[in-house]
């Protein structure tokens, strides 16, 4: 994931965008690198990357990314919710196959099924 950032950063910086703002994209919560904010309904804003003035060198394309990154983190942190609390919220008619992210193992038993992980603002956006 992280090299697909350093891509598009590398490519930001050749092309000298003076900046890059982070989108999620609610239809299918993929991150979106754009270098002009969308006032779209169909993204939220998660932050903007300067890059203008930078060298295309390892260390600034990494420190970049990594920033990137982080703020992905921070709002999958905040977003993924699981499968009974999607379903107790929003109900299993609006649980809809698009907000399904991944599997992972259950935190609380080691036999049980994995835990599947829903976005809540997909699921929110397909309710509308």
Do not use: Q, W
């Amino acid at each position: 994931m992280i090299d697909s950032y350093r891509v598009c950063v590398r490519k930001a910086i050749e092309n000298e965008l003076e900046r890059m703002y982070v989108m999620i994209d609610r239809r299918d919560g993929y991150v979106v690198l754009m270098s002009t904010k969308s006032r779209s309904k169909n993204y939220i804003h998660l932050g903007m990357v300067k890059t203008k003035g930078e060298k295309p060198t390892i260390r600034n394309i990494n420190s970049i990314a990594s920033e990137i990154s982080k703020m992905v983190r921070k709002y999958n942190h905040e977003s993924y919710i699981c499968y009974s609390r999607a379903i107790s919220e929003y109900g299993k008619k609006n649980v809809t196959d698009m907000a399904f992210i991944k599997e992972v193992d259950n935190p609380y038993y080691k036999c049980s099924a994995p835990m599947k992980l829903y976005d809540k603002n997909v699921i929110e956006f397909y309710m509308k």
